[in-house]
């Protein structure tokens, strides 16, 4: 497993394989261990793993912040500064005349920056209010500026100090619970260094310090400030080097334009129209690029546990966000076909291709292993990032995805339907027929039985019917064999993975061994709701009939699975249900999101509704930038949903699926290559009116506004696009 600058891994897991997964290797890179096979021993814990739910976080990726709301930096759990992965500054305490502020106010003001605002009364001043404020602005590429004013009546005369120290240690390992002690600090000009494992690190001030302690790494200024004037110092923390071992990734640097247009959304619910914006703002901060193609941005899951390249995480951001534009799924992709395993000729791409017994890790898009939940093994997100990637790169086409840029991406395609087609079991691999885990060795194949998932089916499913158009739009073979393979598909789930009840049936979450159907009740069933675009603004069959799928709208909405702030993973029957646990109970927003449209785009509107609102309520308590996931307990009234302690903030899942839950609500449905775009909304109008002005649909403004009554009106367009609507 890769650490810094790479990535950062997690904190080890009891059940022996961490809860949310690791970051990608760089390309070149083995995929790391395959389901079921032993894992590398977890490094011992010192300390309880560090918890992040109370934690304000800077983040421009990839740097970060970590503080209390005070502002104080007092190297406890994951508080500090980090860049590439590595802690650069752990310690940054403040004091004005031996006090530290009181703290008042401390918030963010963008995804990159905070302030805190914080008041000192000076002792022996006879004024009971008090005289001295002291106001920090912080970025996360480790600048801050300190700024003290005197509101007083007299002349404010006293020393400011702060005191800097450091470990300079991995963040992965701090994650972990593991606190190094500080590093012995040196003088350098206007600050100090701090050198060990391979790397240093540096604090410079402006103006220069008065005096510099470096034994207590303490920088001293005497202040004299006049009543109603005020005093500013700047400060810097710098990595100076890192081991060798590759070049770290880059943030957007600069010039480099964000990867999206900037939307203007106005609706009658307020909540949509802070939702949206504030969760741009939180993926723009987790942008990323390779250092040598600093202009292919891709998003990297979130902070701070997971702070590199996800390949699931970065297709589904890249994907919600194509009416936006095509800029941040076309460099998703490209970076996710220089990471891809290769071996197979590019043109495998019919079903008849491949066969199981060659190498698992040809075609797949490398990803991390995921807990399963208490219901389910664990499994390798590389799965789900292989059929993403045929998704997004047929729906980006549909957007407007360049022609050109599309044929480039074709042979990494064809190899992700070749590794598709070796994953389906025979015999007694799995249930015969289904899609296990993609990427298991030939030797587990043999020996252990394969889980099929529910929502495995649906994204192979979706896979083929996408794959199969590209490649008849193309002219490359195989379109007619992976129509007939997805056709078979569909008719086998029908047949075998509907479990009747007395509710009228539900889908299995998994087929196990044997073809015995695992019955949990879980978020998962919401990817059986996204059936992907189609041609002339249509979407595809799903792999539930009509029926079944109104079966499913009435089981997302019941109480067992909602909690009226969103999905919980495991419906709360469950004897193994744990509102905190990540795959047992949890609220996981993107899931939620998928559910939102889905059922929207099926005609189940009400219920589409009754999730919408309760998403939109917690993103209101948590100011408009949904974490990753939080507490699935019941909505209660005047209460807040609860926070996960391990939850990334801001993460490119739930900030990319903010911007879908609102946008979906129009029902754009391009088609470019057919030259036609269709705008379907949903009658019922949850959002009230809705204008979304600022989108891009091949390449050009598209506005369109939904009436209060359901009526769509295209306000703008590329001329080159027939209108339709729905």
Same mark, same amino acid.
């Given at each position: 497993?890769?650490?810094?600058?790479?990535?950062?891994?997690?904190?080890?897991?009891?059940?022996?394989?961490?809860?949310?997964?690791?970051?990608?290797?760089?390309?070149?890179?083995?995929?790391?261990?395959?389901?079921?096979?032993?894992?590398?021993?977890?490094?011992?814990?010192?300390?309880?793993?560090?918890?992040?739910?109370?934690?304000?976080?800077?983040?421009?990726?990839?740097?970060?912040?970590?503080?209390?709301?005070?502002?104080?930096?007092?190297?406890?759990?994951?508080?500090?500064?980090?860049?590439?992965?590595?802690?650069?500054?752990?310690?940054?305490?403040?004091?004005?005349?031996?006090?530290?502020?009181?703290?008042?106010?401390?918030?963010?003001?963008?995804?990159?920056?905070?302030?805190?605002?914080?008041?000192?009364?000076?002792?022996?001043?006879?004024?009971?209010?008090?005289?001295?404020?002291?106001?920090?602005?912080?970025?996360?590429?480790?600048?801050?500026?300190?700024?003290?004013?005197?509101?007083?009546?007299?002349?404010?005369?006293?020393?400011?100090?702060?005191?800097?120290?450091?470990?300079?240690?991995?963040?992965?390992?701090?994650?972990?619970?593991?606190?190094?002690?500080?590093?012995?600090?040196?003088?350098?000009?206007?600050?100090?260094?701090?050198?060990?494992?391979?790397?240093?690190?540096?604090?410079?001030?402006?103006?220069?310090?008065?005096?510099?302690?470096?034994?207590?790494?303490?920088?001293?200024?005497?202040?004299?400030?006049?009543?109603?004037?005020?005093?500013?110092?700047?400060?810097?923390?710098?990595?100076?080097?890192?081991?060798?071992?590759?070049?770290?990734?880059?943030?957007?640097?600069?010039?480099?334009?964000?990867?999206?247009?900037?939307?203007?959304?106005?609706?009658?619910?307020?909540?949509?129209?802070?939702?949206?914006?504030?969760?741009?703002?939180?993926?723009?901060?987790?942008?990323?690029?390779?250092?040598?193609?600093?202009?292919?941005?891709?998003?990297?899951?979130?902070?701070?546990?997971?702070?590199?390249?996800?390949?699931?995480?970065?297709?589904?951001?890249?994907?919600?966000?194509?009416?936006?534009?095509?800029?941040?799924?076309?460099?998703?992709?490209?970076?996710?076909?220089?990471?891809?395993?290769?071996?197979?000729?590019?043109?495998?791409?019919?079903?008849?291709?491949?066969?199981?017994?060659?190498?698992?890790?040809?075609?797949?898009?490398?990803?991390?292993?995921?807990?399963?939940?208490?219901?389910?093994?664990?499994?390798?997100?590389?799965?789900?990032?292989?059929?993403?990637?045929?998704?997004?790169?047929?729906?980006?086409?549909?957007?407007?995805?360049?022609?050109?840029?599309?044929? #480039? =991406? $074709?042979? /990494?395609?064809? !190899?992700?339907? %070749? +590794?598709?087609?070796? *994953?389906? &079991?025979?015999?007694?691999?799995?249930?015969?027929?289904?899609?296990?885990?993609?990427?298991?060795?030939?030797?587990?194949?043999?020996?252990?039985?394969?889980?099929?998932?529910?929502?495995?089916?649906?994204?192979?499913?979706?896979?083929?019917?996408?794959?199969? #158009? =590209? $490649?008849? /739009?193309?002219? !490359?073979?195989? %379109? +007619?064999?992976?129509? *007939?393979? &997805?056709?078979?598909?569909?008719?086998?789930?029908?047949?075998?993975?509907?479990?009747?009840?007395?509710?009228?049936?539900?889908?299995?979450?998994?087929?196990?061994?044997?073809?015995?159907?695992?019955?949990?009740?879980?978020?998962?069933?919401?990817?059986?709701?996204?059936?992907?675009?189609?041609?002339?603004?249509?979407?595809?069959?799903?792999?539930?009939?009509?029926?079944?799928?109104?079966?499913?709208?009435?089981?997302?909405?019941?109480?067992?699975?909602?909690?009226?702030?969103?999905?919980?993973?495991?419906?709360?029957?469950?004897?193994?249900?744990?509102?905190?646990?990540?795959?047992?109970?949890?609220?996981?927003?993107?899931?939620?999101?998928?559910?939102?449209?889905?059922?929207?785009?099926?005609?189940?509107?009400?219920?589409?509704?009754?999730?919408?609102?309760?998403?939109?309520?917690?993103?209101?308590?948590?100011?408009?930038?949904?974490?990753?996931?939080?507490?699935?307990?019941?909505?209660?009234?005047?209460?807040?949903?609860?926070?996960?302690?391990?939850?990334?903030?801001?993460?490119?899942?739930?900030?990319?699926?903010?911007?879908?839950?609102?946008?979906?609500?129009?029902?754009?449905?391009?088609?470019?290559?057919?030259?036609?775009?269709?705008?379907?909304?949903?009658?019922?109008?949850?959002?009230?009116?809705?204008?979304?002005?600022?989108?891009?649909?091949?390449?050009?403004?598209?506005?369109?506004?939904?009436?209060?009554?359901?009526?769509?009106?295209?306000?703008?367009?590329?001329?080159?696009?027939?209108?339709?609507?729905?």
């Amino acid at each position: 497993m890769q650490t810094p600058p790479h990535g950062v891994p997690l904190p080890p897991h009891p059940g022996g394989t961490p809860p949310y997964g690791v970051p990608l290797p760089p390309p070149g890179a083995p995929t790391g261990t395959a389901p079921g096979h032993p894992r590398p021993p977890a490094p011992p814990r010192t300390q309880a793993a560090a918890a992040a739910h109370d934690l304000l976080f800077c983040v421009a990726a990839p740097a970060l912040a970590a503080s209390g709301v005070d502002g104080q930096l007092r190297g406890q759990g994951l508080q500090g500064f980090y860049r590439s992965g590595i802690r650069t500054l752990a310690r940054m305490e403040l004091r004005l005349g031996g006090i530290e502020p009181m703290p008042l106010q401390g918030a963010l003001t963008s995804a990159a920056e905070a302030r805190f605002v914080g008041s000192i009364r000076v002792p022996g001043d006879p004024d009971p209010d008090p005289a001295l404020t002291v106001e920090r602005l912080r970025h996360a590429d480790g600048t801050e500026t300190v700024t003290v004013r005197n509101a007083g009546g007299r002349p404010a005369r006293l020393p400011l100090e702060i005191t800097f120290g450091t470990d300079l240690g991995l963040l992965g390992d701090i994650a972990a619970g593991q606190r190094s002690a500080d590093l012995p600090s040196q003088v350098q000009s206007a600050g100090l260094r701090w050198a060990g494992h391979g790397r240093s690190a540096t604090v410079s001030a402006r103006p220069t310090p008065h005096a510099v302690l470096a034994g207590a790494g303490v920088l001293r200024w005497d202040l004299e400030v006049q009543p109603g004037a005020r005093w500013s110092v700047d400060l810097q923390v710098e990595l100076e080097s890192v081991p060798p071992g590759g070049r770290p990734p880059t943030g957007r640097g600069q010039g480099v334009p964000l990867p999206w247009s900037e939307p203007e959304v106005r609706c009658d619910d307020a909540r949509a129209q802070r939702l949206v914006p504030a969760s741009l703002d939180a993926l723009g901060a987790l942008l990323l690029a390779d250092a040598d193609r600093p202009t292919d941005l891709y998003a990297a899951s979130g902070a701070p546990w997971r702070f590199g390249l996800t390949a699931a995480d970065a297709l589904w951001a890249a994907r919600w966000t194509l009416p936006l534009g095509t800029r941040l799924a076309a460099g998703t992709l490209r970076a996710l076909a220089r990471r891809q395993h290769t071996g197979r000729p590019a043109g495998s791409g019919s079903a008849s291709s491949g066969s199981p017994a060659a190498s698992a890790a040809e075609g797949l898009i490398p990803g991390p292993m995921r807990h399963g939940g208490p219901e389910l093994p664990p499994t390798c997100s590389a799965t789900e990032a292989t059929l993403l990637f045929v998704t997004v790169l047929a729906e980006a086409w549909r957007w407007g995805l360049p022609r050109h840029e599309v044929i #480039e =991406l $074709l042979p /990494a395609m064809e !190899r992700a339907l %070749a +590794a598709l087609r070796a *994953s389906v &079991a025979e015999g007694p691999d799995g249930p015969e027929g289904f899609v296990v885990d993609l990427g298991r060795p030939p030797e587990e194949r043999s020996s252990r039985t394969a889980v099929a998932r529910c929502e495995v089916q649906a994204q192979a499913y979706r896979a083929a019917l996408h794959g199969a #158009e =590209l $490649l008849a /739009a193309f002219a !490359r073979p195989g %379109a +007619a064999e992976w129509l *007939s393979w &997805a056709a078979a598909l569909r008719e086998r789930f029908r047949e075998r993975f509907w479990i009747d009840d007395v509710a009228g049936g539900r889908p299995a979450a998994a087929l196990l061994g044997g073809g015995r159907a695992a019955p949990a009740v879980a978020s998962s069933f919401a990817h059986l709701l996204d059936v992907g675009l189609s041609r002339e603004g249509d979407l595809h069959e799903g792999l539930l009939d009509r029926e079944q799928t109104r079966l499913l709208a009435q089981r997302l909405t019941a109480p067992e699975l909602d909690c009226s702030w969103g999905l919980r993973t495991l419906g709360a029957k469950s004897p193994r249900f744990n509102p905190l646990g990540h795959r047992s109970g949890a609220v996981r927003v993107h899931e939620t999101a998928l559910a939102v449209a889905g059922l929207a785009d099926a005609g189940f509107e009400r219920e589409a509704g009754l999730l919408l609102e309760g998403a939109l309520g917690a993103a209101e308590h948590f100011g408009g930038r949904l974490p990753e996931m939080y507490a699935g307990e019941q909505r209660v009234t005047g209460c807040p949903p609860v926070p996960h302690p391990a939850a990334c903030r801001p993460a490119a899942l739930s900030a990319a699926a903010g911007v879908h839950l609102v946008v979906s609500m129009a029902g754009i449905r391009p088609d470019v290559p057919g030259g036609r775009v269709v705008v379907r909304p949903a009658s019922s109008t949850p959002l009230g009116e809705l204008q979304l002005t600022g989108l891009r649909v091949a390449g050009e403004p598209f506005s369109a506004r939904v009436s209060r009554i359901g009526v769509a009106v295209v306000e703008e367009a590329s001329p080159q696009l027939q209108l339709g609507a729905g």
